[in-house]
């Protein structure tokens, strides 16, 4: 979840709900997951948009219950 102005000011995990930190004197946000998804035909989410930020450690979360791991490289 992204709160706007001109520019994005705070970053939630919508997970566990934290705020993606901005690095320490920086404009940076801390690297996060951020998820923009256009559900197109044949799903039944047609036309629909979907965002959303996870943070790293929910990240590392759920990819541990992932039964094929993901590829690193
Ligand atoms: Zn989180």
């Not at 044949?42 to 219950?65: A, L, P, Q, V």
């Amino acid at each position: 979840m992204k709160e706007y102005s001109r520019k994005i000011e705070k970053i939630y995990c919508n997970l566990c709900g934290e705020e993606i930190k901005k690095a320490d004197g920086s404009d940076i946000f801390e690297d996060h997951l951020s998820v923009d998804k256009n559900w197109g035909y044949f799903s039944k989410k047609d036309g629909e948009n979907h965002s959303f930020d996870i943070c790293e450690r929910c990240y590392d979360r759920i990819i541990d219950g992932f039964k094929i791991p993901i590829e690193k490289k």
